[in-house]
């Protein structure tokens, strides 16, 4: 049984960061495609980043790249993302998904084979 699940949220002041981890079981990580999106209140789930299998090449969305940046870690079946200068704009429930050999258009939702429950992230003005 495959599972995915987030921690790391919270709440936190505008200018601030948060680290989200979220560990996998049941799956071949490696050979996994990881990817971060999110909701936001009233909003429709976009994509925030993803990091291939091989974890040679990331991508991340106009709206987070220099702030937000994904990384995994093979051996602790984990993908992370570091939240920096956060904004209330950034408030949403955030999403870890995997796509297996993923490494192609990342930021399409509809590629992924699995998704977990999502952690809450609350940034204040």
């Known amino acids: 049984q495959v599972q995915l699940v987030e921690s790391g949220g919270g709440l936190v002041q505008a200018g601030g960061s948060l680290r989200l981890s979220c560990a996998a079981s049941g799956l071949d990580f490696s050979t996994y495609g990881m990817a971060w999106f999110r909701q936001g209140p009233g909003k429709e789930r976009e994509f925030v980043a993803a990091i291939a299998y091989h974890g040679a090449t990331t991508d991340s969305a106009d709206s987070v790249r220099g702030r937000f940046a994904i990384s995994r870690d093979n051996a602790k079946n984990s993908v992370y993302l570091q939240m920096n200068s956060l904004q209330p704009e950034d408030t949403a429930v955030y999403f870890c998904?995997?796509?297996?050999?993923?490494?192609?258009?990342?930021?399409?939702?509809?590629?992924?084979?699995?998704w977990g429950q999502g952690t809450q992230v609350t940034v204040s003005s």
């Open positions: 998904a995997a796509e297996r050999f993923g490494q192609y258009y990342m930021s399409n939702s509809q590629q992924y084979d699995y």
